[in-house]
Protein backbone atom coordinates (compact mmCIF):
# COMPACT_ATOMS: atom_id res chain seq x y z
CA UNK A 1 0.00 0.00 0.00
CA UNK A 2 1.42 3.61 -1.02
CA UNK A 3 1.96 5.92 1.99
CA UNK A 4 -0.02 9.27 1.68
CA UNK A 5 1.29 10.53 4.80
CA UNK A 6 -1.97 9.94 6.86
CA UNK A 7 -1.98 8.69 10.34
CA UNK A 8 -4.62 10.42 12.31
CA UNK A 9 -8.27 8.41 12.59
CA UNK A 10 -10.32 9.33 10.01
CA UNK A 11 -13.97 9.98 10.35
CA UNK A 12 -15.17 9.35 6.77
CA UNK A 13 -13.05 7.02 4.43
CA UNK A 14 -13.78 6.30 1.14
CA UNK A 15 -13.27 3.06 -1.00
CA UNK A 16 -13.06 3.37 -4.81
CA UNK A 17 -12.17 0.93 -6.68
CA UNK A 18 -12.40 -0.74 -9.91
CA UNK A 19 -15.10 -2.96 -11.20
CA UNK A 20 -13.76 -6.62 -10.20
CA UNK A 21 -10.96 -5.28 -7.91
CA UNK A 22 -12.15 -6.59 -4.70
CA UNK A 23 -13.63 -3.40 -4.03
CA UNK A 24 -16.35 -4.97 -2.03
CA UNK A 25 -13.44 -6.73 0.11
CA UNK A 26 -12.04 -3.51 0.64
CA UNK A 27 -15.07 -1.76 2.07
CA UNK A 28 -16.41 -4.29 4.28
CA UNK A 29 -13.25 -4.81 5.92
CA UNK A 30 -12.79 -0.93 6.53
CA UNK A 31 -16.55 -1.32 7.45
CA UNK A 32 -15.62 -4.21 9.88
CA UNK A 33 -12.32 -2.73 11.20
CA UNK A 34 -14.13 0.35 12.69
CA UNK A 35 -17.29 -1.59 13.87
CA UNK A 36 -14.97 -3.46 15.98
CA UNK A 37 -12.89 -0.54 17.39
CA UNK A 38 -15.67 2.50 17.38
CA UNK A 39 -18.76 0.05 17.97
CA UNK A 40 -21.45 -0.39 14.76
CA UNK A 41 -23.76 1.93 16.46
CA UNK A 42 -21.10 4.66 15.77
CA UNK A 43 -20.36 3.37 11.87
CA UNK A 44 -22.34 4.55 9.09
CA UNK A 45 -21.76 2.47 5.61
CA UNK A 46 -23.17 3.61 2.13
CA UNK A 47 -22.71 2.54 -1.26
CA UNK A 48 -22.84 5.71 -3.10
CA UNK A 49 -21.29 6.96 -6.54
CA UNK A 50 -22.36 11.14 -5.48
CA UNK A 51 -21.45 12.19 -2.10
CA UNK A 52 -24.60 14.39 -2.34
CA UNK A 53 -26.70 11.11 -2.03
CA UNK A 54 -25.04 10.62 1.68
CA UNK A 55 -25.53 14.01 2.95
CA UNK A 56 -28.66 14.08 4.07
CA UNK A 57 -28.42 11.36 6.00
CA UNK A 58 -29.12 12.48 9.98
CA UNK A 59 -27.40 9.33 11.48
CA UNK A 60 -23.99 10.49 10.27
CA UNK A 61 -23.29 13.32 12.49
CA UNK A 62 -21.20 11.98 15.65
CA UNK A 63 -20.25 8.79 13.90
CA UNK A 64 -17.71 6.75 11.58
CA UNK A 65 -18.96 6.84 8.09
CA UNK A 66 -17.56 4.29 4.87
CA UNK A 67 -18.78 4.89 1.81
CA UNK A 68 -18.41 2.40 -1.76
CA UNK A 69 -17.67 3.59 -4.61
CA UNK A 70 -16.74 2.67 -8.01
CA UNK A 71 -17.03 5.85 -10.17
CA UNK A 72 -18.14 8.81 -8.00
CA UNK A 73 -19.09 12.00 -9.65
CA UNK A 74 -17.52 15.09 -11.37
CA UNK A 75 -17.82 16.67 -7.71
CA UNK A 76 -15.50 13.93 -6.01
CA UNK A 77 -11.98 15.49 -6.42
CA UNK A 78 -13.17 19.09 -5.16
CA UNK A 79 -14.91 16.90 -2.25
CA UNK A 80 -11.54 15.21 -1.73
CA UNK A 81 -9.58 18.40 -1.57
CA UNK A 82 -11.75 20.07 0.62
CA UNK A 83 -12.79 16.83 3.21
CA UNK A 84 -9.78 15.50 3.35
CA UNK A 85 -10.75 12.06 3.97
CA UNK A 86 -9.17 8.66 3.95
CA UNK A 87 -9.08 8.03 0.11
CA UNK A 88 -8.24 4.29 -0.29
CA UNK A 89 -8.12 2.84 -4.20
CA UNK A 90 -8.17 -0.55 -5.60
CA UNK A 91 -6.92 -1.97 -9.01
CA UNK A 92 -7.08 -4.18 -11.34
CA UNK A 93 -5.89 -4.59 -15.30
CA UNK A 94 -8.77 -3.10 -16.63
CA UNK A 95 -9.37 -5.69 -19.26
CA UNK A 96 -9.28 -8.60 -16.54
CA UNK A 97 -12.11 -6.23 -15.29
CA UNK A 98 -13.58 -6.12 -18.24
CA UNK A 99 -13.83 -9.86 -18.82
CA UNK A 100 -15.06 -9.74 -14.58
CA UNK A 101 -17.96 -7.89 -15.53
CA UNK A 102 -19.09 -9.71 -19.10
CA UNK A 103 -18.81 -13.02 -17.23
CA UNK A 104 -20.05 -12.19 -13.98
CA UNK A 105 -23.13 -10.34 -14.75
CA UNK A 106 -23.71 -11.32 -18.48
CA UNK A 107 -22.94 -7.72 -19.74
CA UNK A 108 -22.16 -6.89 -22.95
CA UNK A 109 -18.34 -6.55 -23.70
CA UNK A 110 -19.80 -2.50 -25.26
CA UNK A 111 -21.84 -1.67 -21.58
CA UNK A 112 -18.94 -3.53 -19.32
CA UNK A 113 -15.91 -1.43 -21.35
CA UNK A 114 -17.74 1.50 -20.83
CA UNK A 115 -18.01 1.01 -16.84
CA UNK A 116 -14.51 0.07 -16.82
CA UNK A 117 -13.60 2.74 -18.33
CA UNK A 118 -15.28 5.50 -16.67
CA UNK A 119 -14.05 3.91 -13.16
CA UNK A 120 -10.19 3.85 -14.23
CA UNK A 121 -10.58 7.30 -15.30
CA UNK A 122 -11.80 8.36 -11.73
CA UNK A 123 -9.24 6.31 -10.15
CA UNK A 124 -6.25 7.39 -11.63
CA UNK A 125 -5.30 10.90 -11.21
CA UNK A 126 -5.91 10.09 -7.18
CA UNK A 127 -3.16 7.06 -7.88
CA UNK A 128 -1.37 9.78 -8.93
CA UNK A 129 -1.95 12.21 -6.37
CA UNK A 130 -0.34 9.99 -3.82
CA UNK A 131 -3.38 7.96 -2.62
CA UNK A 132 -2.48 4.78 -1.29
CA UNK A 133 -4.01 1.72 -3.69
CA UNK A 134 -4.26 -1.60 -3.86
CA UNK A 135 -3.26 -3.80 -6.91
CA UNK A 136 -5.39 -7.27 -7.25
CA UNK A 137 -3.05 -8.78 -8.99
CA UNK A 138 -0.48 -8.58 -5.46
CA UNK A 139 -3.45 -11.13 -3.98
CA UNK A 140 -3.71 -8.20 -1.63
CA UNK A 141 -7.37 -9.87 -0.53
CA UNK A 142 -5.83 -12.62 0.52
CA UNK A 143 -2.56 -10.98 2.81
CA UNK A 144 -3.62 -11.09 6.25
CA UNK A 145 -0.83 -7.96 6.21
CA UNK A 146 -3.25 -6.19 4.20
CA UNK A 147 -5.82 -5.80 7.27
CA UNK A 148 -3.25 -5.10 9.57
CA UNK A 149 -1.93 -2.18 7.67
CA UNK A 150 -5.54 -0.84 6.85
CA UNK A 151 -5.94 -0.72 10.39
CA UNK A 152 -3.54 1.13 11.17
CA UNK A 153 -4.71 3.73 8.41
CA UNK A 154 -7.60 3.72 10.30
CA UNK A 155 -5.79 4.30 13.93
CA UNK A 156 -7.11 1.50 15.67
CA UNK A 157 -5.52 -1.26 17.32
CA UNK A 158 -7.44 -4.46 17.46
CA UNK A 159 -7.15 -7.66 19.04
CA UNK A 160 -5.21 -10.93 17.49
CA UNK A 161 -8.41 -13.00 17.38
CA UNK A 162 -10.57 -9.65 16.01
CA UNK A 163 -8.79 -9.34 12.88
CA UNK A 164 -8.50 -13.40 12.55
CA UNK A 165 -12.32 -13.53 12.54
CA UNK A 166 -12.38 -10.30 9.89
CA UNK A 167 -10.63 -11.92 7.46
CA UNK A 168 -11.97 -15.17 7.65
CA UNK A 169 -15.17 -13.54 7.24
CA UNK A 170 -14.14 -11.93 3.83
CA UNK A 171 -11.85 -15.12 2.46
CA UNK A 172 -12.56 -15.95 -1.27
CA UNK A 173 -14.19 -19.43 -0.49
CA UNK A 174 -16.17 -17.57 2.94
CA UNK A 175 -17.61 -15.04 0.52
CA UNK A 176 -18.41 -17.59 -2.14
CA UNK A 177 -20.55 -19.84 0.30
CA UNK A 178 -22.14 -16.43 1.79
CA UNK A 179 -22.91 -15.30 -2.13
CA UNK A 180 -24.44 -18.46 -3.09
CA UNK A 181 -26.55 -18.53 -0.12
CA UNK A 182 -27.34 -14.84 -0.01
CA UNK A 183 -31.02 -15.26 -1.04
CA UNK A 184 -31.67 -16.98 2.33
CA UNK A 185 -31.03 -13.83 4.35
CA UNK A 186 -33.92 -12.02 5.70
CA UNK A 187 -35.61 -9.96 3.56
CA UNK A 188 -34.66 -6.04 5.14
CA UNK A 189 -30.93 -7.38 4.34
CA UNK A 190 -32.05 -8.04 0.42
CA UNK A 191 -32.08 -5.63 -2.51
CA UNK A 192 -31.63 -5.54 -6.04
CA UNK A 193 -33.94 -8.36 -8.77
CA UNK A 194 -33.51 -12.06 -8.83
CA UNK A 195 -30.86 -11.72 -11.23
CA UNK A 196 -28.52 -8.95 -9.26
CA UNK A 197 -30.04 -9.93 -5.33
CA UNK A 198 -27.17 -8.46 -2.96
CA UNK A 199 -26.73 -7.93 0.61
CA UNK A 200 -27.39 -3.98 2.09
CA UNK A 201 -24.74 -4.82 4.18
CA UNK A 202 -21.76 -6.12 3.04
CA UNK A 203 -23.15 -5.67 -0.98
CA UNK A 204 -21.92 -9.11 -1.70
CA UNK A 205 -24.27 -10.27 -4.50
CA UNK A 206 -25.28 -13.76 -6.05
CA UNK A 207 -21.78 -14.54 -8.59
CA UNK A 208 -20.00 -12.30 -6.21
CA UNK A 209 -16.89 -14.40 -7.32
CA UNK A 210 -15.30 -15.19 -10.22
CA UNK A 211 -12.48 -17.31 -11.21
CA UNK A 212 -10.00 -14.80 -10.29
CA UNK A 213 -7.75 -15.31 -13.35
CA UNK A 214 -5.08 -12.83 -14.00
CA UNK A 215 -4.40 -11.95 -17.54
CA UNK A 216 -7.48 -14.16 -19.00
CA UNK A 217 -8.08 -11.02 -21.28
CA UNK A 218 -6.13 -12.70 -23.67
CA UNK A 219 -7.88 -15.59 -24.21
CA UNK A 220 -11.17 -14.02 -23.80
CA UNK A 221 -11.22 -10.83 -25.21
CA UNK A 222 -11.05 -9.98 -29.34
CA UNK A 223 -7.44 -8.53 -30.52
CA UNK A 224 -9.87 -5.40 -31.17
CA UNK A 225 -11.58 -5.80 -27.60
CA UNK A 226 -8.26 -5.21 -25.77
CA UNK A 227 -7.00 -2.97 -28.13
CA UNK A 228 -9.55 -0.68 -27.47
CA UNK A 229 -9.21 -0.56 -24.07
CA UNK A 230 -5.86 -0.58 -24.39
CA UNK A 231 -5.73 2.73 -26.42
CA UNK A 232 -8.41 4.35 -23.72
CA UNK A 233 -6.32 3.29 -20.64
CA UNK A 234 -2.96 3.60 -21.48
CA UNK A 235 -1.59 5.48 -19.46
CA UNK A 236 -3.71 4.02 -16.34
CA UNK A 237 -2.22 0.51 -17.84
CA UNK A 238 1.23 1.75 -17.64
CA UNK A 239 1.30 3.29 -14.23
CA UNK A 240 -0.15 0.48 -12.46
CA UNK A 241 2.37 -2.38 -14.40
CA UNK A 242 -0.08 -3.84 -16.64
CA UNK A 243 2.02 -3.40 -19.74
CA UNK A 244 3.10 -6.42 -22.30
CA UNK A 245 4.98 -8.65 -20.06
CA UNK A 246 4.71 -7.33 -16.59
CA UNK A 247 5.23 -9.20 -13.74
CA UNK A 248 2.41 -11.72 -12.98
CA UNK A 249 0.33 -10.31 -15.87
Not at 75 to 104: C, G, H, N, W
Not at 172 to 190: M, Q, S
Not at 239 to 249: D, E, L, M, S
Request: net charge negative.
Amino acid sequence: MAPDGQVSAPRLVITLGLYGSASTWLFNVVRETLNAAHGVERVCAYYADAIALILQDGAIPGRHVVVKMHVGDDTLPAFVYLAQPLLLLSVRDPRDAVVSLMERFDQDFDKAAARVVQSARRIFPFAAAGHPYLRYEDNFFARRETLDAIAARLGVALADATKTAIFSRYETNAVRDFATHVGDLPKERLDGGEADLFDRVTHIHRGHIGDGLIGKWRERLSPAQSAAITQALGDFIANFGYGPGAAGV
